[in-house]
């Protein structure tokens, strides 16, 4: 089993739409919990970055960690074409050593 | 993209090249890592440098070589690579000391071995 699972999509939605997007993890030891989004050809760009359990709030974007259940979502509200992008989960215990999901890709239709 | 910068952006080589890859960051950051990130697979860490020293080793083929010469530049040294090892290669950085930080990634370079 990996540490940090992810679909890989393709999610397909149309413009306008919410977008929610998922990880679940085994590794209980993990605190940080980190999105990047990754346009074709480009480097992963920190969107968001939270501690432990509960939600946190950027504009169009909100992300949720619940601890519990070891599942962390992304939630991106009135979804535009420039969203299109891979997203990366990514986590982080007591060390500085990042694991990351798969991705998942999202396109979104004008 | 200019807090860590990658040169070269795209690289072709043969089997039998030797060549470098750059990574510079400008964000005052005191950790580097080099990850390799294939197609359909998660980003693979392969080297950690932290105060100019290397903290980590990911059993990466000896024919990837890392240098840091200081906190802002890291190398990766390329000799007798294989197809396989045709990938994105990605820089990244970070400030240890600060838990509300993470680390941030370079543009990456583009590696095709034929």
């Known amino acids: 089993q990996k540490e940090v699972e992810q679909d890989p999509g393709p999610l397909s939605v149309p413009e306008g739409a919410i977008v929610s997007l998922n990880c679940t993890y085994s590794n209980s030891a993990f605190q940080y919990f980190m999105w990047y989004r990754q346009y074709s050809r480009k480097g992963p760009e920190l969107l968001m970055y939270?501690?432990?359990?509960g939600n946190k709030e950027d504009g169009r974007f909100t992300a949720q960690v619940d601890k519990s259940s070891k599942y962390i979502s992304l939630f991106i509200r009135d979804s535009q074409p420039s969203d299109s992008a891979t997203y990366l989960c990514?986590?982080?215990?007591?060390?500085?050593?990042?694991?990351f999901g798969g991705g998942t890709r999202l396109m979104v239709k004008p | 993209e200019t807090g860590v910068t990658q040169t070269p952006r795209h690289l072709v080589m043969g089997m039998t090249n030797k060549k470098s890859l750059k990574c510079e960051q400008h964000?005052?950051?005191?950790?580097m890592y080099w990850y390799k990130q294939s197609a359909k697979k998660p980003l693979e860490l392969m080297f950690v440098y932290n105060f100019k020293e290397q903290t980590e080793n990911n059993s990466v083929p000896s024919r990837f070589s890392p240098e840091c010469p200081n906190s802002s530049h890291l190398f990766l040294h390329l000799h007798t690579l294989q197809p396989e090892d045709s990938a994105l290669y990605l820089c990244?950085?970070?400030?240890?000391?600060?838990?509300?930080?993470?680390?941030?990634f370079g543009p990456g370079t583009r590696l095709t071995v034929l």
């Open positions: 990244a950085s970070r400030h240890t000391g600060f838990r509300t930080d993470t680390q941030y």
């Open positions: 964000l005052g950051h005191n950790a």
């Open positions: 939270t501690y432990s359990s």
């Open positions: 990514a986590m982080e215990g007591a060390g500085n050593m990042l694991t």
